[in-house]
């Protein structure tokens, strides 16, 4: 039970890392202590809610944009739990996934609670209770994360739920309030939106994914709003209760400080996520967490403990499952002396609703902030013939460059397949590429794509073609 690397938690970093080491030609070990593989991203995060954000797309466009292209389908239903299954069957395919490639790498696997005894020890603990030990030259920390609670508020799992129940509720809830307005709020909410819950979405800043530049945010909240999705901004929650059967909330208007009550059949907590590093004796080893419960890492993502590494959603930055996955990469390549890295500016983010919203880079408040001279090229998809003969005509493309070099600085787009869009405006970043660069690149007829073209010529002197 020797093993040149441990890697404690199989999501997305964890099993990613595990496998760049055992090609590396490291005796490698992965410990999770569910019993399946794949972590939060895999069994209830990314990937369910990608398969309910697709049902439910379908259904909503079943019932409000088949029949203008022709397609008439009579008594249109929800079968709720055979969306349910297909959820599970797609996570279960997955997660198999995960565990043959842990065989084809030949990565030993152990179930349950893995702790440090010591920095070259570790203790795995099953459901029953038996324990054995593990010895290690190299540790790696990607136990990922957990909702985060709001103050005062009990998660009941029943009316009271987080993301993990919003995933497999017994039935369509007429009624729902979600309290938070980010990436999973959005995507969870317009999931019920779409299947006809009147969702009201309760926020303490002012817009939709704040995170995110402010175009994205006000242009999603047009989009959310034509599903019948209702908004409370600039509104703190000051109670949660629930009678077994309904849900009441209490919330004052920032603005106004006025007193409101909403109520629904479920309330939504979703206001962040928070790292989740319970049980690992990091008190054992030395290791104290920073601010917000986070392992602090040095350039190279090893701790203050010679050999222990962390990555993922227990370290500084994006809670992002491709993050995870690079950094998973970066420490398997620098134990064995590589000198690998990582373009943290250049990670996209994505959220899932539909349109979808992409960006990678600065936003224009970042710039402005920084007093950055930029100029801003933009392009709506309504402008394109692909997004009109498919019916996909809400959002844009919104180019950020230097005014004075023309580099592109940020791309932030929402509209049809941005996620997809977002990794052309990587690759152009990662090479430094100007608007110009990018406009004078051809781009094929008739895409989504042209919008990004047609973005770079706004901001290269206002040369756009196409409006």
Same mark, same amino acid.
């Given at each position: 039970?020797?093993?040149? +690397?441990?890697?404690?938690?199989?999501?997305?970093?964890?099993?990613?890392?595990?496998?760049?080491?055992?090609?590396?030609? @490291?005796?490698? *070990?992965?410990?999770?202590?569910?019993?399946?593989?794949?972590?939060?991203?895999?069994?209830?995060?990314?990937?369910?809610?990608?398969?309910?954000?697709?049902?439910?797309?379908?259904?909503?466009?079943?019932?409000?944009?088949?029949?203008?292209?022709?397609?008439?389908?009579?008594?249109?239903?929800?079968?709720?739990?055979?969306?349910?299954?297909?959820?599970?069957?797609? +996570?279960?395919?997955?997660?198999?996934? %995960?565990?043959?490639?842990?065989?084809?790498?030949?990565?030993?696997?152990?179930?349950?609670?893995?702790?440090?005894?010591? #920095? /070259?020890?570790?203790?795995?603990?099953?459901?029953?209770?038996?324990?054995?030990?593990?010895?290690?030259?190299?540790?790696?920390?990607?136990?990922?994360?957990?909702?985060?609670?709001?103050?005062?508020?009990?998660?009941?799992?029943?009316?009271?739920?987080?993301?993990?129940?919003?995933?497999?509720?017994?039935?369509?809830? #007429?009624?729902?309030?979600?309290?938070?307005?980010?990436?999973?709020?959005?995507?969870?909410?317009? &999931?019920?939106?779409? @299947?006809?819950?009147? %969702?009201?979405?309760?926020?303490?800043?002012?817009?939709?994914?704040?995170?995110?530049?402010?175009? $994205?945010?006000?242009?999603?909240?047009?989009?959310?709003?034509?599903?019948?999705? =209702?908004?409370?901004?600039?509104?703190? +929650?000051?109670?949660?209760?629930?009678?077994?059967?309904? +849900?009441?909330?209490?919330?004052?208007?920032? #603005?106004? /400080?006025?007193?409101?009550?909403?109520?629904?059949?479920?309330?939504?907590?979703?206001?962040?996520?928070?790292?989740?590093?319970? #049980? @690992?004796?990091?008190? /054992?080893?030395?290791? =104290?967490?920073?601010?917000?419960?986070?392992?602090?890492?040095?350039?190279?993502?090893?701790?203050?403990?010679?050999?222990?590494?962390?990555?993922?959603?227990?370290?500084?930055?994006?809670?992002?499952?491709?993050?995870? =996955?690079?950094?998973?990469?970066? &420490?398997?390549?620098?134990?064995?002396?590589?000198?690998?890295?990582?373009?943290?500016?250049?990670?996209?983010? %994505?959220?899932?609703?539909?349109?979808?919203?992409?960006?990678?880079?600065?936003?224009?408040?970042?710039?402005?902030?920084?007093?950055?001279?930029?100029?801003?090229?933009?392009?709506?998809?309504?402008?394109?013939?692909?997004?009109?003969?498919? $019916?996909?005509?809400?959002?844009?493309?919104?180019?950020?460059?230097?005014?004075?070099?023309?580099?592109?600085?940020?791309?932030?787009?929402?509209?049809?397949?941005?996620?997809?869009?977002?990794?052309?405006? %990587?690759?152009?970043?990662?090479?430094? *590429?100007?608007?110009?660069?990018?406009?004078?690149?051809?781009?094929?007829?008739?895409?989504?794509?042209? *919008?990004?073209?047609?973005?770079?010529?706004?901001?290269?002197?206002?040369?756009?073609?196409?409006?």
């Amino acid at each position: 039970m020797n093993f040149d +690397v441990i890697v404690i938690g199989s999501g997305p970093g964890g099993y990613v890392a595990a496998i760049r080491t055992a090609q590396l030609g @490291l005796k490698t *070990a992965i410990i999770e202590k569910y019993d399946t593989m794949g972590g939060t991203c895999l069994n209830v995060g990314c990937i369910p809610s990608k398969a309910l954000l697709d049902s439910s797309e379908h259904y909503h466009n079943l019932t409000h944009t088949f029949k203008t292209h022709g397609i008439n389908v009579p008594n249109s239903e929800v079968d709720f739990g055979q969306m349910v299954k297909r959820k599970d069957e797609v +996570v279960k395919q997955t997660c198999d996934g %995960v565990s043959f490639l842990m065989k084809k790498n030949k990565i030993e696997t152990f179930t349950g609670m893995g702790s440090f005894k010591d #920095k /070259n020890t570790i203790i795995v603990t099953a459901k029953d209770g038996s324990t054995q030990e593990l010895t290690t030259k190299n540790t790696i920390i990607a136990t990922g994360s957990k909702p985060t609670p709001l103050p005062n508020v009990t998660i009941d799992k029943h009316r009271i739920i987080t993301s993990t129940e919003g995933l497999k509720l017994p039935e369509i809830p #007429k009624t729902m309030i979600v309290i938070g307005a980010g990436v999973i709020a959005s995507e969870l909410g317009s &999931v019920y939106a779409r @299947l006809g819950t009147k %969702v009201t979405m309760i926020e303490y800043l002012d817009s939709l994914i704040p995170s995110m530049d402010k175009t $994205m945010g006000k242009e999603l909240h047009k989009s959310l709003k034509k599903i019948g999705m =209702e908004f409370a901004f600039s509104h703190q +929650v000051t109670g949660v209760n629930s009678d077994g059967k309904m +849900v009441e909330v209490k919330a004052t208007d920032r #603005k106004t /400080n006025e007193e409101k009550t909403f109520s629904a059949e479920y309330c939504l907590v979703a206001i962040g996520r928070k790292a989740y590093t319970d #049980k @690992l004796g990091l008190e /054992n080893i030395g290791i =104290e967490l920073a601010r917000g419960g986070k392992i602090p890492v040095d350039a190279h993502l090893q701790t203050k403990v010679q050999g222990i590494y962390a990555i993922g959603d227990v370290i500084d930055g994006a809670m992002l499952a491709h993050k995870a =996955e690079e950094e998973g990469v970066f &420490v398997a390549e620098t134990i064995v002396g590589q000198k690998p890295h990582i373009h943290y500016h250049l990670i996209p983010g %994505v959220v899932y609703t539909w349109p979808e919203v992409a960006s990678v880079g600065y936003t224009e408040e970042q710039l402005k902030e920084k007093a950055m001279a930029y100029k801003v090229g933009s392009f709506p998809f309504r402008a394109l013939g692909r997004a009109r003969a498919s $019916m996909d005509v809400d959002g844009l493309v919104k180019v950020i460059a230097d005014e004075k070099t023309d580099e592109i600085l940020g791309v932030h787009i929402i509209g049809a397949r941005a996620a997809d869009m977002i990794a052309a405006a %990587v690759t152009a970043m990662e090479f430094r *590429a100007s608007a110009e660069d990018v406009a004078r690149m051809s781009h094929a007829h008739p895409t989504y794509m042209e *919008a990004f073209k047609e973005a770079c010529l706004a901001a290269t002197a206002n040369r756009a073609l196409h409006i």
